[in-house]
């Protein structure tokens, strides 16, 4: 879009065909002031005045750590990793998991939401499912606070280790990114995909290690087992926030990261193909 003045007229808009596409990137740095304005709109609707919102992230994953630790520790006698008590193991395994379903659930909700603002103004669509997850890292961090305190409660200090958690924060995003962008696009189209969302969050944690610990999977299907993409990202938390005393399974860590890089891909590739329908499905 260029601007041209004339000296009888009102500066004009002209609309270049083609441009959005040639500079979608570009336009997302762009349009960063839109995503803040979402993505801070989408947090404070959660919390503001609010106290079952916050109550909430405190006890979800709190009461999933003692359902899992007396299912798995106390009833089917499953080992905990190291010397970290199973409470600690299975919540440092919530951790990654919680921010993982609360992106998917409210990522593949979000264009519909914002379907009069889709409609109206042209932006990077883009924009709009990643503002959404901000608010799972708002989750996380209160369920980071959470495992301080229950480190102190337990007198179980972190090793140096704690310092690559950021790393696995970043992969544990990406790794939500992809899946989030792909059911975005397919329930815009298809508006009853939303009830399938919870049924695959919730298959996902049983078939994740959460309750337990990924080293009880036997070593001939460890590789295998890793092709779930939170995998990788679940160890590598209990690795930086347990001290490492387990060490990391390399192998399956980079199938992990290796299936998310594939999701994200394909989950851009078809966000950015239906993309230019998504004001006429609204």
């Known amino acids: 879009m260029r601007r041209r003045t004339t000296s009888a007229a009102a500066p004009e808009t002209i609309l270049e065909a083609g441009r959005a596409e040639r500079?979608?990137?570009r336009d997302l740095w762009q349009y960063r002031e839109l995503f803040q304005v979402l993505a801070w709109r989408d947090v404070t609707v959660r919390y503001k005045q609010?106290?079952?919102g916050v109550l909430?992230?405190?006890l979800r994953p709190f009461l999933t750590m003692v359902i899992f630790t007396v299912i798995f520790s106390r009833l089917a006698k499953l080992p905990a990793e190291g010397d970290a008590p199973y409470a600690l193991m299975v919540f440092a395994g919530m951790l990654p998991w919680t921010?993982?379903?609360t992106a998917l659930t409210d990522a593949s909700s979000s264009l519909v939401a914002n379907g009069n603002l889709v409609t109206k103004v042209y932006f990077p669509r883009l924009i709009v499912p990643t503002a959404a997850i901000m608010v799972a890292f708002v989750d996380f961090a209160i369920g980071l606070a959470i495992m301080a305190l229950m480190m102190v409660w337990y007198q179980f200090a972190p090793g140096p280790e704690v310092l690559l958690l950021p790393v696995f924060v970043v992969l544990g995003f990406l790794a939500a990114l992809g899946?989030?962008?792909w059911i975005t696009s397919l329930n815009v189209r298809y508006r009853d995909f939303r009830y399938l969302t919870p049924f695959l969050v919730q298959f996902g944690l049983y078939v994740s290690p959460v309750g337990f610990s990924s080293g009880i999977v036997p070593d001939e299907w460890r590789l295998l087992y890793s092709v779930n993409p939170m995998v990788g990202v679940i160890d590598g938390f209990r690795w930086a926030l347990l001290g490492g005393e387990t060490p990391l399974y390399w192998p399956g860590l980079v199938m992990s990261l290796?299936?998310?890089a594939g999701f994200l891909w394909l989950g851009i590739a078809k966000f950015r193909r239906v993309e230019r329908s998504f004001?006429?499905?609204?």
């Open 179 to 181: 899946p989030s962008l």
């Open 279 to 282: 004001a006429d499905l609204m």
């Open 23 to 25: 500079n979608y990137w």
């Open 99 to 101: 921010f993982f379903s």
């Open 258 to 260: 290796a299936v998310s």
């Open 50 to 52: 609010t106290v079952i």
């Open 56 to 58: 909430w992230a405190v």
